[in-house]
């Protein structure tokens, strides 16, 4: 089992930014953000091989997303930067288990655990 609790929602003006916070009982081989937007299906954001460091974004979010990790802390990040009244979602950490069927790094269907969102709000 691995539980999940993500922080550092909120409301921002366009162009501002926010840093999501995911506290991890432990990491999974794959970590990842995505977010849902009312009426519309979970999307994958950005995802990290928590080993090798690869990162992966989707395009809608490249050049102003960050993701990391801190080992010491078991805690995945999302700096967001530049953001934009389409990128007000709610925002999931997820991880993959101990064993788990690799799909896509931004595929939903990789990862097994989820936190329970975050709310990101970006007005115009």
């Known amino acids: 089992q691995v539980q999940l609790v993500e922080s550092g929602g909120g409301s921002v003006q366009a162009g501002g930014s926010l840093r999501l916070s995911c506290a991890a009982s432990?990491?999974?081989?794959?970590m990842a953000w995505f977010r849902q937007a009312p009426g519309k299906e979970r999307e994958g954001v950005a995802a990290?091989?928590?080993?090798?460091?690869?990162?992966y974004y989707a395009d809608s979010v490249k050049g102003r997303f960050t993701i990391s990790q801190d080992n010491a802390k078991k805690t995945l990040y999302l700096q967001m930067n530049s953001l934009k009244p389409e990128d007000t979602a709610i925002y999931y950490c997820?991880?993959?288990?101990?064993?788990?069927?690799?799909?896509?790094?931004?595929?939903?269907?990789?990862?097994?655990?989820w936190g329970q969102g975050t709310q990101v709000t970006v007005s115009s």
């Open positions: 990290i091989n928590t080993g090798a460091g690869n990162t």
């Open positions: 432990r990491f999974g081989a794959y």
């Open positions: 997820a991880a993959v288990g101990s064993y788990f069927t690799y799909y896509g790094a931004l595929r939903r269907d990789t990862y097994n655990y």
